[in-house]
């Protein structure tokens, strides 16, 4: 790789820290939640409810963000002041969440707490597909995968600690981790628009639109489409199924042991997917991790041994984060003529859709019924096997896709 590419790279390594933040203040988010509900007088019942609040304001706000970073890119020729400028909002509701427990039990409260946390997940969408946006509009589309790989380390690393984060955030006051964590992520990202420059400066690698194909929306429904399929796979894999998996070889305590490992194959099989993606394309990439992450969730659930199961669970993670690496990049060339922000957008939002289903089957109660837990075994080598089928027709349809990122 040239020396040109340097700032893409560093501008890639900040993404990371900021996706590693942003994970972060989720983790406290979650851990925190049901205390907070309780303390105000709505009662850790709810706790669910809100959940799949957040994820229904992801869903529209995603979109949102990504075509709002378009069009702040086509009409001031730049996405950073609105990156940072949404997160001052993002942040500062954040910090405020557990500073209404100030204002006593009851209706006050509940509807400030309430509006702050739908301000906070809508702002905070902004975190989400427009920095992605920002550093792809100034780098060639083969280094799309390489430099979505880097930025997606943060995502690895969070979802690695976020068991020990929870454990040591027990019995610790609110107001601590959720200001600090928000302070942090808000100073850090203040330096988007620094790092917009730098990638701006190696504007001579960036994408010619006049060369990219027209814009095909039937091909964008087949990528969300199996994008749905592969994250609602994803979510009963790792959310519902893979603590009872461990608990049949090991006790609750050692979760905190094993639980990271799903991450750990994430990390280790991103890159390897991003040369890949490069190499063969994108979609063609998503069909074989699909397809091998379908198996690994079905080697998961019917392991006869710990040793089993951890390879399983962590050649899981390794598919997911191929899959990530190569959606991402495949909605980056999929939203051609200036759309890359909107296709990335509704691609995060099917993401979110895929966990609002979840969180409905949690609700609905799935895990404790006899047939629930049955067919839970099956759904997610199911689910990624029906995204690969989708996703050999993109393959098949969309063929100058894979050029544009083998072109060098």
């Not at 940072?84 to 954040?94: D, I, P």
Request: net charge positive.
């Amino acid at each position: 790789m040239n020396e040109a590419s340097n700032p893409l790279r560093r501008t890639a390594l900040y993404l990371a820290v900021v996706q590693f933040l942003f994970f972060t203040t989720w983790i406290v988010y979650v851990t925190y939640l049901g205390e907070l509900l309780e303390r105000i007088g709505l009662g850790r019942d709810l706790l669910i409810w809100f959940i799949l609040l957040d994820q229904l304001v992801f869903a529209v706000s995603d979109t949102v963000m990504g075509y709002a970073a378009d069009r702040f890119e086509r009409v001031l020729g730049r996405i950073g002041p609105l990156i940072a400028g949404v997160n001052v909002v993002s942040c500062l509701a954040f910090a405020l969440l557990p500073l209404t427990l100030e204002l006593g039990v009851g209706g006050v409260a509940q509807t400030v707490f309430t509006l702050l946390i739908v301000v906070w997940i809508a702002t905070s969408s902004v975190l989400r597909a427009p920095p992605i946006v920002l550093l792809m509009k100034h780098a060639a589309r083969p280094r799309a995968p390489r430099l979505v790989a880097l930025t997606l380390l943060g995502l690895a690393l969070g979802g690695a600690v976020s068991p020990y984060l929870g454990l040591w955030l027990k019995g610790v006051d609110p107001v601590v981790p959720f200001m600090l964590t928000g302070a942090t992520l808000l100073l850090v990202t203040l330096g988007m628009s620094r790092m917009e420059a730098l990638s701006r400066g190696q504007s001579d690698t960036a994408p010619d639109e006049r060369a990219m194909p027209p814009f095909q929306p039937r091909n964008v429904v087949r990528l969300l489409l199996a994008s749905l399929l592969l994250g609602f796979g994803f979510q009963i894999h790792f959310f519902l199924n893979t603590k009872p998996q461990f608990l049949a070889y090991i006790g609750a305590a050692e979760l905190v042991w094993v639980l990271p490992l799903f991450w750990v194959g994430f990390k280790l099989l991103v890159f390897p997917g991003a040369a890949a993606a490069r190499r063969f394309g994108p979609v063609e990439t998503l069909v074989v991790a699909a397809l091998v992450g379908g198996l690994a969730t079905l080697g998961a659930s019917f392991a006869d041994s710990l040793g089993v199961l951890i390879a399983a669970q962590m050649l899981a993670g390794g598919a997911w984060g191929v899959v990530f690496m190569a959606g991402i990049s495949a909605a980056l060339g999929l939203g051609t003529r200036g759309r890359e922000g909107l296709v990335l957008g509704l691609w995060f939002t099917m993401l979110s859709v895929a966990t609002l289903i979840r969180g409905g089957l949690v609700a609905g109660g799935v895990q404790v019924s006899p047939a629930g837990a049955g067919v839970l075994d099956w759904l997610p080598p199911l689910l990624w096997l029906a995204g690969g089928l989708v996703l050999i027709d993109l393959a098949l349809r969309a063929r100058r896709l894979k050029t544009m990122f083998m072109e060098a």
